[in-house]
Nanobody, 128 residues
Framework: QVTLVESGGGLVQAGGSLRLSCAASGRTFSSYCMGWFRQAPGKDREFVAG????????YYADSGKGRFTISRDNAKNTVYLQMNSLKPEDTAAYFCAASSSPASSKVVVTTPLQYDNWGQGTQVTVSS
């Protein structure tokens, strides 16, 4: 079990940048596949980016490719999401999640059901 706390959200103009952080408690953070998801009002929670336990395998949803960068620092028990060239359609609550599913030891998993630990979310609002 790991507890996750996101930070770094806020209001930004279109074209701007934000860096989200997710601090994890627990000694086994480095064994988890970590993911970022987002959920806009009235929409399903969607995968944004994921990174495996070592950081050597990374996967992005099409919506963030070329604009978002996920990274992790296992020494600091933290995962990051650098978001550049933000668009109004990026507006959503962003959630950090940790997966200990068997599949996540081999590949970056992308569906919410494969993640068993979630943060409380941080709001990102991009104005036009």
């Amino acid at each position: 079990q790991v507890t996750l706390v996101e930070s770094g959200g806020g209001l930004v103009q279109a074209g701007g940048s934000l860096r989200l952080s997710c601090a994890a408690s627990g000694r086994t953070f480095s064994s988890y596949c970590m993911g970022w998801f987002r959920q806009a009002p009235g929409k399903d929670r969607e995968f944004v980016a994921g990174i495996n336990w070592s950081g050597r395998s990374i996967y992005y949803a099409d919506s963030g490719k070329g604009r978002f960068t996920i990274s992790r620092d296992n020494a600091k028990n933290t995962v990051y999401l650098q978001m550049n060239s933000l668009k109004p359609e990026d507006t959503a609550a962003y959630f950090c999640a940790a997966s200990s599913s068997p599949a996540s030891s081999k590949v970056v998993v992308t569906t919410p059901l494969q993640y068993d630990n979630w943060g409380q979310g941080t709001q990102v609002t991009v104005s036009s």
